[in-house]
T-cell receptor, first 114, second 113 residues
Framework: GDSVTQMEGPVTLSEEAFLTINCTYT??????LFWYVQYPGEGLQLLLK?????DKGSNKGFEATYRKETTSFHLEKGSVQVSDSAVYFC?????????????FGKGTLLTVNP | DTEVTQTPKHLVMGMTNKKSLKCEQH?????MYWYKQKAKKPPELMFV???????INESVPSRFSPECPNSSLLNLHLHALQPEDSALYLCASSRGQNAYEQYFGPGTRLTVT
C-alpha cells in the first residue's frame, strides 16, 4: 500500500547549521506530497507542498523538491534557528476520489541549540 | 483566514461520561477530518466528511460518533471511552477531499480516567 518513510531522528543541530530530513514514498500513482510541522503543544501546520514531479515547494526558508526518479521529497533548510525546533512530518496523498487521504511518515524531532 | 478552531482545548472525562469535541472552519472548505494522535506518533485518520457526508470511517469503535451538522462544523461525540483513548484529537479541513492540502486545528487534549 501507500507509505512514507522518513528519517526518525532525533536530529540535533546548532543554530545556523544546514538541515536535511530525508523522506521517500512508495511510487503508487502520482501523489501530492507535503511537509507538516508540529510545534510543542500545537496542531500540525502545513509547511510546504508539491503536486507533480520536479515541483519545488518552499516556505520560511525550507525547501523540498518532488523527485519522481528517486521517489523522494527531502526537506532542506540552509540555516536553522532555535525557533525551528519541532516535529516534522512528511506526507503523501493516497488514491483519489472518496478514498483519498493523507499517509504520514513517523515524524522527525528536530532540536536546534543556540 | 486559514484557521480551524477546536473546543475545548483540554478535556478530562470518566469512562461513563458523555462529552463532545467541536471543530469549526470558515474557509469554505467542503472536507473535514478527525485524527487521533498519541505522543511521539503521527496523526491517525479516524473519519472524513466530504460535502457533509461521511466518506471514510477507519474502523473506529462506535464509542466515537462523528457528526457534521453543516459545512463549517464538525463534532465528535464521545461515550464510554477507555483510558487508552487518551490522546490529542485533531480536526482538519481542506478545500475538497481529493489532493488538497489539509489545515489543522490546535487539537483537544483528551484524558480518560
Amino acid at each position: 500500500g501507500d507509505s512514507v518513510t522518513q528519517m526518525e531522528g532525533p536530529v540535533t543541530l546548532s543554530e545556523e547549521a544546514f538541515l536535511t530530513i530525508n523522506c521517500t514514498y512508495t511510487a503508487t500513482g502520482y501523489p501530492s506530497l507535503f511537509w507538516y510541522v508540529q510545534y510543542p503543544g500545537e496542531g500540525l501546520q502545513l509547511l510546504l507542498k508539491a503536486t507533480k514531479a520536479d515541483d519545488k515547494g518552499s516556505n520560511k526558508g525550507f525547501e523540498a523538491t518532488y523527485r519522481k526518479e528517486t521517489t523522494s521529497f527531502h526537506l532542506e533548510k540552509g540555516s536553522v534557528q532555535v525557533s525551528d525546533s519541532a516535529v516534522y512530518f512528511c506526507a503523501r496523498g493516497t488514491s483519489g476520489g472518496s478514498n483519498y487521504k493523507l499517509t504520514f511518515g513517523k515524524g522527525t524531532l528536530l532540536t536546534v541549540n543556540p | 483566514d486559514t484557521e480551524v478552531t477546536q473546543t475545548p482545548k483540554h478535556l478530562v472525562m470518566g469512562m461513563t461520561n458523555k462529552k463532545s469535541l467541536k471543530c469549526e472552519q470558515h474557509m469554505g472548505h467542503r472536507a473535514m477530518y478527525w485524527y487521533k494522535q498519541k505522543a511521539k506518533k503521527p496523526p491517525e485518520l479516524m473519519f472524513v466528511y466530504s460535502y457533509e457526508k461521511l466518506s471514510i470511517n477507519e474502523s473506529v469503535p462506535s464509542r466515537f460518533s462523528p457528526e457534521c451538522p453543516n459545512s463549517s462544523l464538525l463534532n465528535l461525540h464521545l461515550h464510554a471511552l477507555q483510558p487508552e483513548d487518551s490522546a490529542l484529537y485533531l480536526c482538519a479541513s481542506s478545500r475538497g477531499q481529493n489532493a488538497y492540502e489539509q489545515y489543522f486545528g490546535p487539537g483537544t487534549r483528551l484524558t480518560v480516567t
